[in-house]
């Protein structure tokens, strides 16, 4: 029998750069990058299928470097010991592109075929027709670049690479895939192993109906929702927990709009209660998901255990300002207390540096969220124009001086200018947002009102531990943060010197024995504030402004006295008013009516 050629085919996810130009990663990293899984699962059907030929096998490797350490050397060497083969850097987000560009210039040396795609390539494909001087040096070191999505497209890329001739581009922009019925998002369990808490990740649905400005989504994704089947959903839990997996994060920018989510969550809640399969998720909803029926509580039923939230700010003027209109400042309290009611820890994205923000009215703004409404876990970004975006291009066009290093667009940096704050106003409105929410009394405060709800409070402590300790010791936001830091002296980025050994190595013990202390001693502290909580008798009959009701209308709420807010709640009493007589005047009682509503 004639043995095989073999094609290696290496997926690699990049992460980026700190401040010090190491590469950030972890012995424990976050949640794994989906868009590594979905190539990974896509990669396989086509190894499944035969896609080379039957005489072809492909080798399937795929690194996340958030927790591996990636030798461009040994990939290449991986890539001649097979015959053949390619590197694609996959999912790359813009202030992941300087350090894919430093992973493939050894790569392109060595006369190794590299690709590279996701947010940053396909959202300046999407918003300035590929114009790009990053792109321009992936074009310069004859990088293959790839817009778009790869499902059902990447039979022609390996056939391509394998036959010697890949395109310097691959645009599907303008052909977005259906996903239901492809290949499913898959890690391997020793990958995933790498992860704090062992969780997983997939999409069951794509594309937004909104229209926020400061969004890379609509513009990658596209406005149109396209869904995985509840079959697809139900294969994919089955596969994973067949691995021994059982934590997933579900993608979706936003679940609450895949018109799929019912028979969705119904599948899962069959799982869990019927089979007893022992699954829990993290999902992404938008502030008006508490108005479909039932969602919430068949959500907590499926096993949501964490929400993330896109709160962005409770200023409606700044809200108009970025087009998030159905984000809807009377309705955050209701929701934020309906996930409470069933359990479910809720973290809120909160966006600094809107146009009408100034360092003062900053601090005011988390004054009122910390008193008038129950989220649990707050983290806060900066307005950041990223490729992609209609912010970006809209700066683009008109001129406006921004970054021109894209490892600064994380979120955790300023990259434009602001038009009532200086950059060191900014900065500073930045770091003490972070002091300001995550003081001890109100770290207290949170853990009180999850023991009085019933919700899983030893689980909000490790996850206020995380936060507060990856800002103050650790000097990276949260959802970038991991356990132990790891770093390499020779991964450093172009342009920072090499430190020595005897320089380098010493500095790295210590700070990491430093920061272990700090963090054992940051969870020790608030241990003994959540014990007290935990044993105090009368810890269910906790109430604050935030736990208890009221609305719009009553008297001493900061949320609704700001002019601004003041006319956005005067306006929603009017459009509730006009469809209440609407609605009446056509015969129907006044309870549907407001029901309907």
């Keep these: 029998m004639t043995e095989r050629r073999r094609f290696c085919l290496i997926l690699v996810k990049p992460s980026h750069?700190?401040?010090?130009?190491?590469?950030?990663?972890?012995?424990?990293?976050?949640?794994?990058?989906?868009s590594l899984a979905a190539l990974y699962g896509i990669a396989k059907d086509c190894a499944a299928r035969q896609v080379l030929g039957p005489d072809v096998a492909i080798d399937i490797h795929a690194f996340d470097e958030t927790n591996t350490r990636i030798r461009p050397n040994t990939l290449a060497a991986m890539i001649r010991d097979a015959g053949s083969g390619m590197v694609m850097l996959v999912g790359v987000q813009s202030n992941q592109?300087?350090?894919?560009?430093?992973?493939?210039?050894?790569?392109?040396?060595?006369?190794?075929?590299?690709?590279?795609?996701?947010?940053?390539?396909?959202?300046?494909?999407?918003?300035?027709?590929?114009?790009?001087?990053?792109?321009?040096?992936?074009?310069?070191?004859?990088?293959?670049?790839?817009?778009?999505?790869?499902e059902g497209r990447l039979d022609r890329v390996l056939q391509d690479a394998a036959a010697g001739r890949l395109a310097p581009l691959y645009d599907y922009m303008d052909d977005l895939p259906g996903i239901e019925g492809a290949p499913i998002p898959l890690m391997a369990a020793e990958r995933v192993q790498r992860t704090a808490g062992a969780a997983t990740s997939f999409d069951a649905g794509r594309g937004c109906p909104y229209q926020c400005s400061f969004c890379t989504i609509i513009n990658v994704q596209g406005r149109k929702s396209r869904r995985r089947s509840p079959d697809d959903v139900e294969t994919i839990v089955r596969t994973n927990y067949a691995q021994g997996l059982r934590?997933?994060?579900?993608t979706d920018d936003n679940f609450a709009r895949n018109k799929d989510w019912e028979p969705i969550l119904d599948r899962l809640i069959h799982l869990r209660e019927v089979e007893k399969l022992d699954i829990g998720f993290i999902i992404q909803v938008d502030t008006l998901c508490h108005k479909l029926p039932g969602f919430i509580e068949k959500a907590a039923r499926a096993g949501v255990r964490r929400v993330f939230i896109g709160l962005e700010n409770i200023n409606p003027q700044n809200l108009a300002d970025a087009k998030k209109r159905q984000n809807k400042i009377t309705e955050y309290r209701e929701m934020l207390l309906a996930w409470k009611s069933v359990r479910v820890i809720t973290y809120a994205g909160y966006i600094l540096g809107f146009p009408a923000d100034t360092r003062e009215?900053?601090?005011?703004?988390?004054?009122?969220?910390?008193?008038?409404?129950?989220?649990?876990?707050l983290e806060f970004f900066y307005l950041t124009p990223l490729p992609g975006s209609e912010d970006h291009r809209r700066l683009v066009k008109t001129g406006v001086p921004l970054d021109p290093d894209l490892n600064r667009y994380d979120l955790n940096h300023i990259c434009a200018p602001h038009a009532k704050m200086s950059p060191a106003e900014w900065n500073d409105a930045y770091r003490t947002a972070w002091q300001r929410y995550y003081t001890i009394d109100h770290i207290t405060t949170i853990l009180k009102r999850v023991a009085a709800s019933g919700g899983n409070a030893s689980n909000a402590l490790f996850l206020i531990t995380w936060f507060k300790g990856s800002i103050d010791f650790e000097r990276i936001h949260p959802l970038e943060s991991g356990f132990l830091r790891l770093k390499s002296r020779t991964d450093r980025r172009p342009g920072f010197p090499r430190e020595s050994v005897l320089t380098f190595y010493p500095s790295y013990w210590v700070q990491t024995a430093v920061k272990l202390v700090q963090w054992g001693m940051l969870y020790m502290r608030l241990r003994r504030i959540y014990l007290r909580i935990k044993h105090d008798p009368n810890k269910f009959a906790y109430t604050d402004t935030a736990m208890s009701a009221w609305d719009a209308d009553a008297p001493g709420h900061e949320l609704f006295e700001s002019d601004a807010a003041r006319a956005f709640v005067d306006q929603q009493r009017r459009v509730q008013e006009a469809k209440t007589a609407g609605v009446a005047a056509l015969g129907v009682p006044t309870a549907a009516a407001a029901e309907g509503a």
């Design 17 to 34: 750069y700190d401040d010090e130009g190491y590469v950030i990663q972890w012995f424990r990293s976050p949640i794994p990058s989906n």
């Design 97 to 150: 592109f300087p350090r894919a560009l430093d992973l493939a210039r050894p790569l392109r040396a060595a006369g190794i075929a590299v690709a590279v795609g996701g947010f940053h390539v396909s959202g300046v494909t999407a918003m300035l027709g590929g114009v790009d001087r990053d792109l321009d040096a992936a074009r310069a070191l004859g990088l293959t670049l790839f817009a778009g999505e790869a």
């Design 247 to 250: 934590s997933f994060f579900i």
């Design 361 to 377: 009215s900053i601090m005011h703004d988390i004054d009122v969220i910390k008193r008038e409404l129950p989220v649990d876990l």
